[in-house]
């Protein structure tokens, strides 16, 4: 019924654990596809390939891949093709799938064949205070439970962990795995299938443990660089804006810093035109920057009258500038869009 992409890299600390979770699940027609991207940390001890055979000769559900390093994206798309069950789940080494986990997320899809993608709620496992930026995030993500909030939430950042997913395999035929690029290989499926009108949904249960150790890939591989995400974004809200903006293609950007400036116009390369920026700075106000004009927020156009993308990007700013914006008669995914 299930399989389970894990992909490994020099895994071999934390590896076990994760198993052990898989293991422990308390739906077991499942089946781990255990893809080793060229782990060679058998060089320093008991590797990754070693602990992988000993399970698999445990219990056969573990299917061990071994590969040439090739990458995530190749890893997951060779799993993608190898995987036999109905769903498709996603678990990484470094993190624990709790017990009911595969159980509940199949139920939720069984029941819900209107659903491409169920994903669930996770605990953060890494050091709150020096990973406050990842705990932020993860905080966001388990209050988007809902399609629609998952939906207007992916311009701001990617709205699923990653791992906590599972899918039916019949929408990776319909729209296509994994692409490689400059980019988040997850955060642009997740783009992709939802301009493509995938359904999806998240469990208020708590079913995954994330882990952040020093070198998860998102935090050392520059394909998962903030730049990144903004030029992928970029590609997407482009042409969500040509299907939704009333007087596409111009629209009014909230805030006028250099930062902010700097990812709002990623947007021109694709035929977006910025008429104006909006701030609450004195020092800008009544200022011309990059030829375009700014005001003061107070001062922004009645709702019907403008379309506006919130790019200011700071801690809380986001649901500062939506409570104005909401105030003002503006309505989220009509009248404006957080981008930040």
């Given at each position: 019924m299930i399989s389970v992409l894990l992909p490994i890299r020099n895994a071999a600390a934390t590896l076990p654990d994760a198993l052990e979770s898989l293991l422990a699940q308390t739906y077991g027609d499942f089946e781990v596809l255990c893809l080793d991207d060229g782990s060679d940390d058998h060089?320093?001890?008991?590797?990754?390939?070693?602990?992988?055979?000993?399970?698999?000769?445990?219990?056969?559900?573990?299917?061990?891949?071994?590969?040439?390093?090739?990458?995530?994206?190749?890893?997951?798309?060779?799993?993608?093709?190898?995987?036999?069950?109905?769903?498709?789940?996603?678990?990484?080494a470094d993190d624990v799938s709790h017990p009911r986990r595969l159980e509940l997320q199949a139920a939720y899809l069984r029941e819900r064949p209107d659903v491409g993608l169920a994903a669930c709620r996770a605990a953060f496992g890494g050091e709150s205070e020096r990973a406050r930026g990842y705990k932020r995030h993860l905080d966001w993500t388990n209050g988007l439970l809902s399609h629609e909030q998952m939906a207007l939430g992916r311009f701001r950042e990617s709205p699923l962990v990653h791992p906590t997913v599972m899918f039916r395999r019949t929408v990776v035929q319909r729209y296509g795995g994994y692409r490689a690029g400059p980019f988040p290989e997850d955060y642009e499926l997740w783009l992709r299938w939802l301009e493509a009108g995938m359904r999806m949904a998240k469990l208020p249960d708590v079913l995954y443990t994330w882990n952040d150790p020093p070198a998860r890939l998102s935090r050392t591989h520059p394909r998962y660089s903030?730049?990144?995400?903004?030029?992928?974004?970029?590609?997407?809200?482009?042409?969500?804006?040509?299907?939704?903006?009333?007087?596409?293609?111009?629209?009014?950007?909230?805030?006028?810093?250099?930062?902010?400036?700097?990812?709002?116009?990623?947007?021109?390369?694709?035929?977006?035109?910025?008429?104006?920026?909006?701030?609450?700075?004195?020092?800008?106000?009544g200022r011309t920057v990059a030829g375009r004009k700014v005001f003061h927020r107070d001062d922004i156009p009645a709702p019907g009258r403008v379309f506006i993308l919130s790019y200011v990007a700071g801690h809380g700013a986001a649901e500062d500038i939506a409570a104005f914006l909401d105030k003002r008669g503006y309505t989220q995914g009509r009248n404006y869009v957080l981008a930040a």
């Open positions: 060089l320093m001890g008991q590797g990754s390939r070693h602990i992988l055979e000993r399970y698999a000769r445990r219990d056969n559900r573990l299917r061990p891949v071994f590969l040439t390093h090739g990458g995530i994206v190749h890893a997951l798309n060779l799993g993608l093709d190898l995987a036999q069950g109905e769903y498709v789940a996603r678990m990484d903030t730049a990144a995400f903004y030029r992928t974004k970029a590609r997407y809200l482009a042409k969500w804006l040509k299907a939704n903006n009333p007087f596409h293609p111009r629209v009014l950007v909230m805030g006028a810093g250099r930062i902010t400036r700097r990812r709002a116009e990623l947007l021109l390369e694709h035929g977006v035109e910025i008429t104006a920026w909006a701030d609450i700075d004195p020092r800008k106000i």
